[in-house]
């Protein structure tokens, strides 16, 4: 250690090493052959860690030569690991070596880059908000507070600027830029990056819970209506947090914050995430996941099981809904639940949409002549326009009468796009095709969606049904939702029948069908005749 190390000797002053931490700026100590003997705390964050015992070189590569020239030169222009421009102060040696100081010459052109502003929000620009974030970096405060970045997403922009075209959607950025100003301090840094995405580097965050509030805020303000040229308009924000770590560049801590909004995203929209350790190994586990999902049609791993459901007036079985099952070679049978986000977040969902309704309406011929098929459909394939020539594609191939195939949606394909859904919808049906509305009690259930179309089917979601003891708010429920239907002129169905208990209650209702566990789990194709001679 160098005599920079060496505590104080009156007893009052502090130790010169907490003053030299308590600098913003880098300073490095070196020996006389160029070698670092000392690096304050400032200088660990802004040059990689723990830099004492590294050489010259190391510190600023391409400067292998220079060490002898710069010290000697007072003042030199270098460069460090991470790609930062530094002006260099040597001091004058000593019997140790020298002592360096920096001062980062990004400091001096963020000026220049912050003053250039997005045209229509006012906001600062990519380059000023990565000027901001260097300057950020290089002059960490010293007193406890944390370098913060909220990584922001609108929710739903892209459909509003679709629908009401862009005049709308420039107004609508510009109200969100206020919201953003209004929500931040002075010296906050808020930056337009993209479209409709925008980065704020927090200043002054104490702890978390600075981070958590401002990240709250910003997803309670822009979250709420606004009025634009007398449109009424609902968007959301997804927020992903990141702050500083000893040793994080710019880089890491905007890809930290990515990485938390793509959870944010993940989990619903309309929220924040903190960034966590684990979410790059959870990212990573996705991306695997989805090199498999890529592969799986080609290599068969997807199987249909069939679970069926019966007719309450008369107990008889009348078809089966077809349910995916995928068989991983290594992670064993994943459920539906698990893969079907992830194939519609990369499209691979159209081609998996296919294979099930081709092979559900293949199988389900085979079948005797009453038994229809539910096949689950995915609003991303709704989204599409050949849904409705590979549902005729799949009825001529496999010689089923349109008739026998009912298609289950849920409630997410009437939120957006509704004209081009409602075409489709109704396409389908003048093919002959029954529409069920599946899982109705767990989205938005909105009852204008029930008035938009006239579905054959409302499927009760099984949470009302396996709640719903006598008198209590589900039974209530169940039984509105069930009376509603039949006056609208559906059948009901009930989901998740697993007990005698559940299949009375649901008797004395005015539910049409009973689905469940009860009355038959789902099972592979090669059982089903079986099932039905029982
Ligand atoms: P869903 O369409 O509501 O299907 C009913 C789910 O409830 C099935 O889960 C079924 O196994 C389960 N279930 C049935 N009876 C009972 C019961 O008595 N108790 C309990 N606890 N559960 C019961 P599964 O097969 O895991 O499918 C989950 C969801 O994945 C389905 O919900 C559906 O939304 C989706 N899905 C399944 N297959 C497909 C498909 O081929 N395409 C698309 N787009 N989605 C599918
Ligand atoms: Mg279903
Ligand atoms: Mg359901």
Same mark, same amino acid.
């Given at each position: ?150 990584? *922001? ?195 691979? *969902? ?126 209530? *429920?169940?039984?509105? *939702? ?53």
């Amino acid at each position: 250690m160098s005599s920079l190390n060496r505590p104080a000797s009156d007893g009052v002053s502090p130790p010169l090493d907490t003053v030299l931490n308590g600098l913003a700026h880098p300073v490095v100590a070196f020996d006389h052959d160029g070698e670092v003997t000392y690096a304050n705390s400032s200088a660990q964050v802004r040059l990689g860690g723990w830099i004492v015992g590294l050489s010259f070189a190391d510190v600023f590569p391409g400067h292998e030569m220079a060490f002898d020239r710069a010290a000697s030169a007072g003042e030199v222009t270098l460069t460090s690991r991470a790609h930062v421009q530094y002006r260099g102060l040597f001091g004058a040696p000593s019997a140790t070596g020298v002592a360096l100081s920096l001062l980062p010459e990004e400091a001096a052109d963020a000026s220049t880059a912050l003053a250039e502003a997005d045209e229509l929000t006012g906001l600062v620009k990519r380059n000023g908000l990565n000027a901001r974030l260097e300057a950020a970096l290089a002059f960490p405060a010293g007193d406890g507070k944390w370098v913060t970045v909220h990584c *922001i997403d609108l929710d739903r922009f892209k459909v509003i600027n679709d629908t009401l075209g862009h005049g709308v959607g420039d107004l609508l950025l510009k109200k969100v830029a206020d919201r953003m100003r209004s929500a931040c301090r002075k010296d906050d840094c808020i930056a337009r990056v993209g479209g409709d995405e925008f980065v704020i580097v927090q200043n002054g965050v104490v702890d978390r819970s600075d981070a958590e509030r401002l990240a709250a805020r910003l997803v309670d303000l822009i979250g709420r209506t606004y009025v634009l040229n007398g449109h009424t308009v609902n968007i959301g924000a997804s927020v992903g947090v990141a702050m500083i770590e000893r040793g994080n560049s710019a880089r890491d801590l905007l890809r930290n914050g990515d990485l938390a909004l793509y959870e944010a995203k993940r989990a619903g929209r309309g929220r924040f995430r903190m960034f966590e350790t684990g979410m790059d190994a959870a990212l990573r586990d996705r991306r695997e996941l989805e090199i498999d999902l890529r592969r799986a049609l080609a290599l068969k791993q997807f199987e249909l099981y069939y679970q069926p459901f019966v007719d309450l007036s008369t107990d008889t079985v009348m078809g089966f809904e077809a349910l995916i099952r995928w068989n991983h070679p290594v992670r064993g049978r994943i459920s539906p639940a698990d893969f079907i986000p992830l194939a519609e977040e990369t499209g691979l *969902i159209a081609k998996i949409g296919e294979w099930v309704l081709r092979s559900a309406c293949m199988t389900a011929a085979t079948w005797p002549d009453e038994m229809t098929v539910a096949v689950n459909i995915s609003p991303v394939q709704f989204k599409s326009d050949n849904l409705v020539a590979t549902v005729v594609s799949s009825l001529a191939h496999s010689g089923l009468s349109a008739q026998r195939l009912e298609v289950e949606i849920t409630e997410g394909v009437l939120i957006e796009n509704t004209d081009h859904v409602l075409k489709t919808l109704h396409a389908l049906r003048d093919l002959g095709i029954k529409i069920s509305m599946d899982d109705f009690g767990t989205g938005y259930s909105s009852l204008s969606y029930l008035q938009k179309f006239p579905f054959n089917k409302l499927k009760i979601d099984r949470s009302f049904v396996q709640g719903a003891e006598a008198g209590g708010d589900n039974e209530a *429920i169940l039984k509105a *939702i069930a009376g509603l239907g039949v006056s609208l002129g559906m059948a009901i169905t009930a989901e998740g029948v697993e007990t005698s208990e559940q299949l009375d209650r649901i008797r004395d209702e005015q539910c049409t069908h009973v689905q469940g566990y009860f009355t038959g789990r789902p099972m592979p194709a090669d059982g089903i005749a079986a099932f039905l001679s029982r």
